[in-house]
Every structure is written in structure tokens, then in C-alpha cells.
């Protein structure tokens, strides 16, 4: 199963990415969560990325072509995997088909999870990351511990998720990659699912577009 999770900043990809990895026993591969272990380790593309990251703008596509294309040529993802904040812009789709062919792949699905600006704003800022495993805290349902129920790694806010940085990914969001929606409909990949739904609901829907 070779998976592309579309979806604003905030839509709930890296949650169900998560569930769908564990479901069908495949990598998830979140583009973000790779840039911010460079930017954590001080690696020298870490240097180079962290910028963006913090204005909450793109990675140009040429370096996020290169990570992806190194990512998926590796021996887990042989069986397939759940892309995560990839592709975001119509040249890097473009250049996914262009690698998929040379790996003589396919994609399975394309499913966009739908949703609009105002909840997302409000989901955003009040969610806390597990800076070892990614996994999210909802400020607003429930205290959130300073150390992961499931890795016991340092949960904290993460930088771009302040509220005007959520307002500008929100925007290139809206200029970037939303017009990969309609680039995927034109090919016929394209599946929606409600994303405010419930997680739980959210999962299941996707699972059932899977077939
Ligand atoms: P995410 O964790 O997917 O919300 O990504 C966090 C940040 O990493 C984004 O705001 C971008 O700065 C950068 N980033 C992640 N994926 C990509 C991508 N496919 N193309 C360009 N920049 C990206």
C-alpha cells in the first residue's frame, strides 16, 4: 500500500498517519518529523532548513525531493509506506510520479482529509508534541504531562505552532498544496474524508476508502 495523506497544517495526517502505519504494518513517512530531527541533531541540512520551518514557509522542493527519494529507496519501505506532509506542492507531485516510475511504483491512494481554516487554527494552538515519537496532546481535552505515555520523551508546544506562524502555514497551505486536490481529481486518485471527525471515525473512513 503506497499511501499519500493530504490535509492542511493541523488536518490530523501525522495522528492518522500514525494509526495507519500500526493498521497495516508500513513506514510512515512524515517530511516534517525528518527535517526536524536534522534541525534537533545540527545536521548541516538542519542549518539549512530551519529557517523555513520557524517562518513556517516551504522547503524548496529540490531538497525535500532528495530526502523523499533517499527515504523511500530504503529496505522498509519496500512493502510500501504512508507519506506525511508529502507532496505539498504540484512540482514536488510531479516529481514523486517522476520517482515512483524509476522504482517501477505505483501509488495506491490519495486521501484528502478535509477541513476548514478557523477549526484549525484552534486545534493547532492548542496541541503539544512528543518531541520523541510525534505523537500530539490536545491542550484543550485534557492536562498535558511534560513527559509521552508512550515513549516518555519531552512534550512541548512545537515553535511553529504559535498562533500567527499557524495563520501563515495556513496560507501556504492554502496557496501551495491546495491545488494538489485538484491536481489528484484530475488523475482520479482522489479520496475525501471528513477530517473533523472524531480520530477514531477519521480512521475508519480512511480504512474503508483502502477497500
Ligand atoms: P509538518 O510537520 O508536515 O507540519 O511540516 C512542518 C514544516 O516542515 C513545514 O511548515 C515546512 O516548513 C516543512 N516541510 C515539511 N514537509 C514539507 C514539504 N513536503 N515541502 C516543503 N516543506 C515541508
Known amino acids: 500500500m503506497r499511501l499519500i495523506l493530504l490535509g492542511a497544517p493541523g488536518a490530523g495526517k501525522g495522528t492518522q498517519a500514525r494509526r495507519i502505519s500500526a493498521e497495516l504494518g508500513i513506514p510512515q513517512v512524515s517530511t516534517g518529523d525528518i527535517l526536524r530531527d536534522h534541525i534537533r541533531r545540527g545536521t548541516e541540512l538542519g542549518l539549512r532548513v530551519r529557517g523555513y520551518l520557524d517562518r513556517g514557509d516551504l522547503v524548496p522542493d529540490s531538497l525535500i525531493l532528495d530526502i523523499v527519494g533517499d527515504r523511500l529507496g530504503r529496505e522498509d519501505c519496500r512493502a510500501g509506506y504512508v507519506l506525511d506532509g508529502f507532496p505539498r506542492t504540484v512540482p514536488q507531485a510531479e516529481g514523486l510520479e517522476?520517482?515512483?516510475?524509476?522504482?517501477?511504483?505505483?501509488?495506491?491512494?490519495?486521501?484528502?482529509?478535509?477541513?476548514?481554516?478557523?477549526?484549525?487554527?484552534?486545534?493547532?494552538?492548542?496541541?503539544w508534541t512528543c518531541a520523541g515519537c510525534g505523537a500530539d496532546y490536545n491542550a484543550m481535552a485534557a492536562p498535558v504531562p511534560d513527559r509521552c505515555a508512550s515513549c516518555g520523551g519531552v512534550v512541548g508546544q512545537r515553535d511553529d505552532d504559535r498562533a500567527e506562524t499557524v495563520r501563515h502555514r495556513l496560507k501556504v497551505y492554502e496557496e501551495q498544496t491546495a491545488p494538489l486536490i485538484l491536481h489528484y481529481e484530475g488523475l482520479g486518485r482522489l479520496r475525501r474524508v471528513d477530517g473533523l471527525a472524531p480520530v477514531e471515525v477519521v480512521f475508519r473512513a480512511i480504512l474503508a476508502t483502502l477497500g
Open 98 to 127: 517522476a520517482l515512483l516510475e524509476r522504482m517501477g511504483q505505483r501509488l495506491s491512494a490519495v486521501v484528502a482529509l478535509e477541513t476548514e481554516s478557523e477549526a484549525l487554527v484552534r486545534r493547532l494552538s492548542s496541541r
